[in-house]
């Protein structure tokens, strides 16, 4: 499996990743639309499964939309969380892609939201709750309780 941490910004995409079959570590910088979409595309093609993490952001709908094409895993993480996880406050984004991509190597990554893939074609989501029952993406508002689950069609 490739397991990929990812500082997204809309103009572009600092990412860390690790094979976990060869060890094999990389990281880039994504720096157009394109240019991530010919990356992802390209490990779609090995045909290795892939696992992405990255913090919550209302800018990366035509990067989700594309991890579901490609039937790629994507772990949604609290950013607060993460943030307070970073052990060194001055950060670069470098940094954080090394530190989305170890938090989901030791499975401390705080998700909030993962996409799976049931059926071919068809894309769910598991949104669990926050403690204050909101969760990171306005439009997948909440009524469930503390500490539930539900399913929401993307």
Same mark, same amino acid.
């Given at each position: 499996?490739?397991?990929?941490?990812?500082?997204?910004?809309?103009?572009?995409?600092?990412?860390?990743?690790?094979?976990?079959?060869?060890?094999?570590?990389?990281?880039? #910088?994504?720096?157009?639309?394109?240019?991530?979409?010919?990356?992802?595309?390209?490990?779609?093609?090995?045909?290795? $499964?892939?696992?992405?993490?990255?913090?919550?952001?209302?800018? &990366?709908? %035509?990067?989700? #939309?594309?991890?579901?094409?490609?039937?790629?895993?994507? %772990?949604?993480?609290?950013? &607060?969380?993460?943030? *307070?996880?970073?052990?060194?406050?001055?950060?670069?984004?470098?940094?954080?892609?090394?530190?989305?991509?170890?938090?989901?190597?030791?499975?401390?990554? $705080? #998700?909030?939201?993962?996409?799976?893939?049931?059926?071919?074609?068809?894309?769910?989501?598991?949104?669990?709750?926050? $403690?204050?029952? &909101?969760?990171?993406?306005?439009?997948?508002? *909440?009524?469930?309780?503390?500490?539930?689950?539900?399913?929401? &069609?993307?």
């Amino acid at each position: 499996m490739i397991i990929i941490g990812v500082d997204f910004h809309p103009e572009f995409q600092q990412i860390a990743s690790v094979d976990t079959e060869t060890g094999e570590f990389q990281e880039k #910088r994504l720096v157009h639309r394109e240019e991530a979409e010919k990356f992802y595309r390209a490990l779609a093609a090995v045909g290795q $499964p892939v696992r992405v993490g990255m913090e919550a952001s209302g800018h &990366a709908r %035509w990067f989700e #939309r594309l991890l579901a094409e490609l039937q790629f895993e994507l %772990w949604i993480g609290d950013a &607060a969380e993460i943030q *307070s996880k970073r052990v060194r406050k001055q950060k670069t984004d470098r940094q954080d892609a090394q530190l989305i991509l170890r938090l989901m190597l030791k499975d401390d990554f $705080p #998700r909030i939201w993962v996409a799976s893939w049931e059926k071919p074609g068809s894309a769910t989501a598991v949104v669990a709750s926050t $403690p204050d029952g &909101a969760d990171a993406h306005a439009h997948h508002e *909440s009524t469930a309780s503390p500490g539930t689950e539900r399913r929401t &069609a993307l």
